[in-house]
């Protein structure tokens, strides 16, 4: 049942992404970015484990560099991965539906793992579950985003311009993930932090949502019409 739960806000996210979609992705590909969110989250949860008695004992460090751009880094190779080059990939709001799909896909797994891990009550299964939905639902707009110029960049023989774009998709997700974890870690300590955490939520998300909207009035347009 907490599991059932704790999956309502990834599902509804997924629903949401894919009708806002006018032409949608096929169905293997949407398939392929959920198991490739699947695995990135079993391949971080793994390599966590693997590494945690030899990551420094330092919040800043453990939860911005080791955690964020672990996290943000898998996700976003295997979005480059699967989607960069990909045929279907020839309107500018597929790249947000690409990374948020996959984003979803990660969150999915990491809300199991995290239950399964700890013995919480149904309360803060629910605000875990709105809460780190809302954040990776963010962080793939921002991913997404940046691919997005980087692709039609790429395809106008920009390619300086392809490259940062290419950079900016791993480097904000990863610094705004790390910041979210290190919130958390510091609300652990510090009761009143905890005030914090759900202000820097609604900011991430307000700041995806400008991004989602640009990129939704633009679904239409395919790349060589997009920036002129």
């Known amino acids: 049942m907490k599991i059932i739960i704790s999956l309502i806000p ?16 096929s169905l293997y590909m949407i398939i392929f970015l959920i198991l490739g969110g699947i695995f990135s989250a079993i391949f971080s949860y ?21 955690i964020g751009f672990k996290e943000e880094f898998i996700k976003f190779i295997v979005l480059i991965l699967i989607c960069f080059n990909a045929l279907e990939f020839d309107e500018i709001y597929d790249s947000i539906v690409y990374s948020t799909f996959l984003s979803l896909g990660f969150i999915f797994i990491e809300n199991i793992i995290y239950i399964n891990s700890l013995n919480i009550n149904l309360i803060d299964i629910i605000l875990r579950s709105i809460m ?4 990776h639902f963010a962080l793939g707009v921002t991913m997404g985003y940046f691919i997005g110029y980087a692709k039609d960049s790429q395809i106008k023989g920009k ?53 989602f909207n640009k990129y939704l009035s633009l679904r239409n347009n395919s790349f060589v019409s997009f920036i002129n």
């Open 132 to 135: 780190s939905c809302g954040v």
């Open 10 to 25: 990834v599902l509804l996210l997924t629903y949401y992404i894919y009708k806002k979609d006018k032409h949608k992705e």
């Open 159 to 211: 390619y300086l311009t392809s490259v940062t774009n290419i950079f900016l998709a791993f480097l904000l997700p990863s610094i705004l993930h790390g910041i979210y974890d290190l919130l958390i870690s510091l609300s652990i300590k510090n009761l009143n932090i905890s005030f914090f955490v759900p202000f820097y939520v609604m900011i991430l998300f307000i700041i995806a949502y400008f991004m």
């Open 46 to 66: 793994a390599l966590s484990e693997f590494t945690k008695s030899i990551v420094v004992d330092n919040l800043v460090f453990k939860n911005i560099v080791f």
